[in-house]
């Protein structure tokens, strides 16, 4: 699915945002309040459970990593808040159009980078697009004369920080019913939507890696001895097995909730 802004001064907002990342943050608590605010329900809406579990495992990370909290949490718990219009894959623009409207400029761009990791157009759960391909050396690309949405030109101009990267890892642990591995979380999605195969086996080494690098960074910090993460990086490579990398997958995604837990 390509995906675009409603308007061209989204657009251009974007773009600037991108090469001017804002430093005026909300705190976890306005977040918290603008995710619930509209929820007039005794029950919020299982989308909203999951804002809040992954803005838990985001202040979790960043506690990790000594960076601040408060923000990595805000942005947990908004990023999905374009779920307000839509459940498909828009949502993640029409949440940044949402945050835009209201001024929450440096949250907003936690709605269009949540989704994809490591800045990758394609590394996500999602459908892959027709120009989009994975060499024999697992490496991505784009066929001659691809013409690139809006997010990808976002993507392809924004340099992603620490909150991105505990977004992306945030929201593939916490289902609407608390925090699970991450092995666990893809499984949850899986039965609501097939992962495309185009991308998949790509998408699975992109986050083995993220896994193991952030494990060692966090193990870094704490001074563990006995790393029970991989320095390798894994690609999708020909005649990789997606069992193969699954193996990998698991071993990183135990070893990560062990960690973080
Ligand atoms: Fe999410």
Redesign the pocket.
């Known amino acids: 699915m390509e995906l675009y802004f409603s308007n061209e001064s989204y657009k251009k907002k974007a773009m600037h945002l991108a090469a001017n990342p804002p430093i005026h943050y909300h705190s976890a608590q306005e977040a918290f309040d603008l995710l619930m605010g509209s929820d007039n329900s005794t029950h919020p809406q299982n989308?909203k459970l999951?804002?809040i579990n992954?803005g838990r495992v985001c202040g979790m990370l960043a506690e990790k990593c000594g960076v601040d909290c408060e923000h990595a949490r805000a942005l947990g718990y908004v990023?999905?808040i374009g779920r307000w219009q839509i459940h498909s894959f828009d949502h993640a623009l029409r949440g940044f159009e949402i945050l835009v409207d209201q001024g929450w400029e440096a949250e907003a761009i936690g709605c269009l980078t949540?989704s994809f990791l490591n800045g990758g157009r394609c590394a996500n759960n999602e459908e892959a697009l027709s120009d989009f391909f994975v060499d024999p050396d697992g490496r991505p690309g784009w066929k001659e004369g691809h013409c690139p949405d809006d997010v990808e030109e976002f993507l392809s101009r924004y340099a992603y920080t620490d909150f991105d990267l505990f977004l992306n890892v945030a929201?593939l642990m916490?289902t609407s019913k608390g925090i699970v591995t991450p092995v666990e979380r893809l499984n949850d999605i899986a039965t609501r939507r097939q992962i495309d195969p185009v991308n998949r086996g790509y998408f699975l080494a992109e986050f083995t890696n993220t896994l193991n690098g952030l494990g060692r960074r966090i193990e870094q910090i704490t001074g563990c001895k006995d790393s029970a993460f991989d320095r390798e990086l894994y690609y999708y490579r020909e005649g990789m097995t997606i069992e193969e990398i699954t193996y990998r997958l698991t071993a990183a995604s135990s070893a990560f909730y062990k960690l973080i837990c």
């Open positions: 989308w999951h804002c992954v990023h999905d949540h929201d916490a």
